[in-house]
T-cell receptor, first 114, second 116 residues
Framework: SQKIEQNSEALNIQEGKTATLTCNYTNYSPAYLQWYRQDPGRGPVFLLLIRENEKEKRKERLKVTFDTTLKQSLFHITASQPADSATYLCALDRSNTNAGKSTFGDGTTLTVKP | GAVVSQHPSWVICKSGTSVKIECRSLDFQATTMFWYRQFPKQSLMLMATSNEGSKATYEQGVEKDKFLINHASLTLSTLTVTSAHPEDSSFYIC????????????FGPGTRLTVL
């Protein structure tokens, strides 16, 4: 069956370090993958989208990689700050059409300590 | 960026009553809207997909007669939880997509439903 796994439920790091979050999938051939941030009691906020033919995407302190051979995406936050503390969700889409539905992982809760 | 609003942000109701939640795209036309529910410390569970002017497509295990979805315009979708029971208490989140090209979903802030 199709499965999306995000590494450890919780990740704690020190301010200034790089946080690396993992999203692994099985029995899936996503057309593209997205990362979202969700704060408690709020809806997710879009961060980055990467297509199946792209290896890496960057946006300010954020970097996403997508390895379709390993069936894995890595999400990096460099020079992390306490304000980066949140739950991060990866989402996979199989379709390139606007009707494509995203399947979400369970999320990794990141805590950045000052 | 695109903004999606939800109303109400929270609601408490008695068992057996119906509750309507509105989802609006404020500055774009949403060809597709999605409704999710989320339990504490769990991820988003897709309930249904709705396209303007057509019937919603429900995910397996979601009762369409209990969770009524109406996508009356390109900027408004509503979810009505009929005859709500305590087990329906959850965080309901809508999202919207714009246009015909690959892009992200814009999520609303969510609605916390508590059924007594």
């Amino acid at each position: 069956s199709q499965k999306i796994e995000q590494n450890s439920e919780a990740l704690n790091i020190q301010e200034g370090k790089t946080a690396t979050l993992t999203c692994n999938y099985t029995n899936y051939s996503p057309a593209y993958l997205q990362w979202y941030r969700q704060d408690p009691g709020r809806g997710p906020v879009f961060l980055l989208l990467i297509r199946e033919n792209e290896k890496e995407k960057r946006k300010e302190r954020l970097k996403v990689t997508f390895d379709t051979t390993l069936k894995q995406s890595l999400f990096h936050i460099t020079a992390s700050q306490p304000a980066d503390s949140a739950t991060y969700l990866c989402a996979l889409d199989r379709s390139n059409t606007n009707a494509g539905k995203s399947t979400f992982g369970d999320g990794t809760t990141l805590t950045v300590k000052p | 960026g695109a903004v999606v609003s939800q109303h109400p942000s929270w609601v408490i109701c008695k068992s057996g009553t119906s509750v309507k939640i509105e989802c609006r795209s404020l500055d774009f036309q949403a060809t597709t809207m999605f409704w999710y529910r989320q339990f504490p410390k769990q991820s988003l569970m897709l309930m249904a997909t709705s396209n303007e002017g057509s019937k919603a497509t429900y995910e397996q295990g979601v009762e369409k007669d209990k969770f009524l979805i109406n996508h009356a315009s390109l900027t408004l979708s509503t979810l009505t939880v009929t005859s709500a029971h305590p087990e329906d208490s959850s965080f309901y989140i809508c999202s919207a997509r714009e246009g015909d090209f690959v892009n992200e979903q814009f999520f609303g802030p969510g609605t916390r439903l508590t059924v007594l």
